[in-house]
């Protein structure tokens, strides 16, 4: 699966889109199928629908686990490293994963979960979160995982969306000197739920939890009745190729956040072609992705991706920056991690710790590096470059979105030559296109647009759950014909693409998506503010920051307690990643005659860029305008 050369790379590409058909089953005959498919691909982006692999049969864990016991069983699967560096660390092999997914799948099963039941997992980094996931795949049961990060109500309203029946969690998590109380705000949330019917809970870290008579139940009392049982085998479910693998819900411009819907078939192939294919994984080598397997990334690219490609991957608990800034260096050291892929506002954040942190550190053992979640800008590439990759790494841009499922514009490593800053070159398979606003393609180089896809792949999202109408409006109405990513982009006199961030009004603050309605929204439940306009700011370690306008007209003395209380009632409403960087109050928004709020002119005053607001003359009343600007934080 993996081009050994630039040459073969365009020679494959170029089959990839001549003969995309051929391309993919090729691919997918890399994978252990139960059955083949009848028809490889059937699409169109309008309804839309789109079926990959019909007809198959497969279960994702045999190609994640059963597939490599004969030959690699003892082979490190994961590799967990705990949040203080002082707990032991843990390694679980193929075989020893393969068992405790067969475990916790007849435990998920005792408790009364079938093929096709919604399991919400809210937990921390532990091996058991992977085990979680997979256990969920191998009985068929689509699993929602939802980021320890978010808040009650947050959860509530994904469990309500998918109506769960089942909810896995810890009683709590840690997090550098934080500890999260999971199992509490798991209970919070289920105030609301009427769906859930069992909560199973993981001990980690030991703090005092309330369980509910004949709902809730510990994991480690359910492993021992399976035990007993000597229940190490759990069957894999069968699964159509186009069967629900998992939801995973994401922000948008609109609204609540949508769940997102990957299937089993096209899934696998794509995240396994990619991660082989853009890493150039090599037996034996030991790959360490930061992100959380409650983003997009961790179940590509923690959980499934390396896992089909029997890869050995470090799972690391804790954050980059506690006990300090060299936490990430020393994983690297004490593993001797080959393949590092994190995120650009993790390396902006570790760079200004100064040189200090990485000096002394050994990194000889780093062959490849990776990023994602955000444009990384040059600086940070030139930083990650020198001073972690000595000059000797390749540096694997990778762009590509919860919708997408896999990589779809990265250079491959050691292949594609790079540009700092530019995710370089389509993978094979993905044919991106530039349109300007109407929807007309934007031929040629040098040029910049709206990015769009105009060929199906794979590792698409094939609905957004429960609301069809939903996923057509938000992808695929916007350009007839083309999937809509939401990016902005540039392509190269080379034909480099390079990405230039969200032209929607969703934010990307550290890598997380943020939709700036649902903070407004937020924002605007909190008793005093009458309503809001939030936009982003360029933030030097986050990317960009949160900004709020916010009016509230019966503002009394003191306005810094009232920023504090809209900003924890963010916190409790969405998360504490959705939390304003910076509250303004105002005594009105600049408004069009028609009552729409002039986003623009308030994103150039945030961004500090007050001498050039362009055209104010529809605006209601251009002396808020002057008031804003003049207030501007
Ligand atoms: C995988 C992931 C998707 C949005 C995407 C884009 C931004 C991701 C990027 C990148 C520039 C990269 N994005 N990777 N921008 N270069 N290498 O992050 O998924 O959380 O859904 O975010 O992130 O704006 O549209 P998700």
């Not at 398979?429 to 199906?456: M, R, T, Y």
């Not at 963010?570 to 600049?590: E, M, T, Y």
């Amino acid at each position: 699966m993996q081009v050994k050369s630039f040459e073969e790379y365009q020679q494959v590409y170029r089959k990839s889109v001549e003969q995309p058909e051929q391309f993919w089953e090729d691919i997918a005959n890399n994978f252990l199928w139960k059955k083949k498919w009848d028809k490889v691909l059937d699409w169109n982006f309008k309804e839309p629908r789109i079926e990959w692999f019909k007809g198959a049969k497969l279960n994702i864990t045999e190609n994640c686990l059963d597939r490599h016991l004969e030959k690699n069983g003892d082979t490190p699967a994961i590799i967990w490293e705990p949040n203080d560096p002082h707990e032991d660390h843990r390694i679980l092999t193929y075989q020893q994963l393969h068992d405790k997914v067969c475990q916790f799948a007849n435990v998920l099963k005792n408790n009364g979960a079938k093929k096709g039941d919604r399991i919400c997992i809210y937990m921390p980094m532990v091996p058991e979160l992977a085990i979680a996931v997979l256990a969920c795949a191998r009985i068929g049961a689509i699993h929602s995982v939802v980021f320890g990060g978010f808040s009650a109500q947050s959860i509530a309203d994904r469990i309500k969306d998918a109506e769960c029946n089942i909810v896995i969690t810890a009683d709590g998590s840690f997090r550098g000197t934080k500890e999260v109380p999971l199992k509490s705000i798991i209970d919070d949330a289920l105030v609301q739920c009427q769906s859930v019917q069992k909560v199973i809970v993981l001990t980690r870290s030991h703090t005092p939890v309330s369980m509910i008579k004949g709902r809730d139940v510990w994991w480690e009392d359910e492993i021992k009745k399976v035990e007993t049982q000597r229940n190490m085998e759990c069957p894999a479910e069968e699964m159509d190729a186009e069967d629900m693998l998992f939801i995973l819900y994401t922000s948008g411009s609109t609204g609540k956040p949508k769940g997102v819907v990957h299937t089993c078939g096209g899934y696998m192939v794509y995240t396994g072609y990619t991660f082989s294919n853009a890493f150039q994984y090599q037996p034996g080598e030991v790959y360490f992705c930061t992100a959380d397997i409650g983003w997009i990334t961790g179940h590509s690219y923690i959980a499934y991706g390396p896992l089909t490609q029997g890869a050995t991957s470090v799972m690391f608990e804790g954050i980059p920056t506690w006990p300090n800034a060299g936490r990430l260096w020393d994983i690297v050291e004490k593993y001797k991690v080959n393949i590092l892929y994190t995120a650009p506002t993790a390396i902006r954040s570790l760079m200004s710790f100064g040189d200090d942190v990485v000096k002394g550190k050994d990194f000889s053992s780093l062959t490849k590096l990776g990023s994602v979640g955000e444009p990384l800008n040059e600086e940070a590439w030139h930083w990650f470059d020198e001073k972690i990759g000595k000059g000797n790494c390749p540096i694997v841009d990778t762009w590509w979105q919860t919708e997408t499922g896999g990589f779809m514009i990265s250079p491959i490593a050691n292949v594609t030559p790079l540009k700092p800053g530019y995710a370089t070159l389509p993978l094979p398979g993905v044919q991106p296109l530039l349109v300007d606003e109407n929807g007309k393609e934007i031929a040629g180089n040098g040029v910049s647009g709206n990015l769009c896809i105009k060929f199906p792949w794979p590792g698409m999202l094939r609905t957004t759950y429960g609301d069809h109408e939903r996923c057509r409006t938000t992808y695929f109405a916007t350009y007839p014909n083309l999937y809509f990513t939401g990016d902005g982009c540039l392509r190269d006199e080379d034909g480099y693409y390079r990405i230039t961030g969200r032209v929607d009004d969703v934010l990307n603050v550290s890598g997380h998506r943020i939709g700036t309605a649902e903070v407004e929204n937020a924002i605007n439940m909190h008793s005093s503010v009458v309503e809001s306009a939030v936009v982003g700011y360029p933030h030097d370690i986050k990317g960009q920051g949160v900004y709020a306008f916010v009016v509230c007209p019966n503002l009394h003395d003191d306005s810094e307690l009232t920023k504090k209380d809209i900003m924890m009632s963010v916190s409790r409403i969405i998360g504490a990643i959705a939390r304003p960087d910076k509250i303004q109050f105002v005594s009105g928004l600049p408004k069009t005659r028609s009552g729409k709020i002039m986003r623009r002119i308030l994103r150039k005053i945030a961004e500090g860029d007050t001498a050039n607001l362009g055209d104010t003359s529809t605006l209601l009343d251009p002396a808020v305008v002057e008031e804003i600007k003049a207030g501007a934080l």
